[in-house]
């Protein structure tokens, strides 16, 4: 596989986020994993304890939960193990075991066994390769993408977009309005007003 199509791969990552229900219902299955219990299906032992790393350096918790208490990590290991084929879960175990070899590389040990310091140094490092999503407006891309973002970015937003999708950070932290909403079966209506469609 040439580099072009491991980049091309690689955003779908990105593309795999906008499967809507079913990733929904994959992530709330996920909510009701006990941390004890959890035999990750796709990651092996390692990269289960980066990614479980990788998760909590990114969204780690303060005053709101972070991302091991709404389980993104168990998430992201069911998410590779479901809606990938045998070909890019190779790829992305191979990119796991890449960002961990260059965290050991950069700084001595695996992502793991680093301070909090040079967790948050390492993933600045990744920052700054790689290109950026493109703009988008009603989910077309806009524009020319000189680079794909990269397996870094796109696990980070994976990583994002598990958190703030998860139930509780929905229910409790940001504003929550359920749709349809409240059933009113009766709504008195003046003369001039219009009836509601469905």
Do not use: H
Not at 18 to 28: I, M, N, V, W
Not at 86 to 111: I, K
Request: aromatic share 10%; hydrophobic share 35%.
């Amino acid at each position: 596989m040439d580099r072009r199509e491991a980049l091309k791969n690689t955003a779908l990552l990105t593309g795999g986020i906008l499967a809507g229900p079913s990733l929904l219902g994959l992530l709330q299955s996920c909510t009701k994993a006990s941390r004890l219990d959890w035999q990750p299906l796709f990651l092996n032992e390692d990269q289960a304890l980066f990614i479980s790393a990788f998760v909590d350096t990114i969204l780690p918790a303060t005053d709101t939960p972070g991302a091991l208490d709404v389980n993104v990590d168990i998430f992201i290991d069911l998410f590779f193990e479901k809606s990938y084929d045998a070909e890019s879960q190779q790829q992305v175990r191979d990119e796991l075991d890449q960002l961990n070899a260059e965290a050991e590389q950069n700084y001595g040990a695996p992502f793991i066994d680093l301070n909090n310091d040079d967790r948050k140094q390492f993933l600045l490092d990744q920052e700054e390769e790689g290109g950026t999503f493109r703009k988008s407006v009603w989910g077309t891309a806009v524009g020319d993408q000189e680079e794909p973002p990269g397996f870094y970015k796109s696990l980070k937003s994976l990583t994002l977009w598990a958190y703030f999708s998860s139930e509780k950070v929905g229910e409790e932290i940001l504003v929550y309005d359920p749709i349809p909403g409240v059933y009113r079966g009766c709504i008195p209506l003046s003369e001039d007003e219009k009836s509601w469609s469905l």
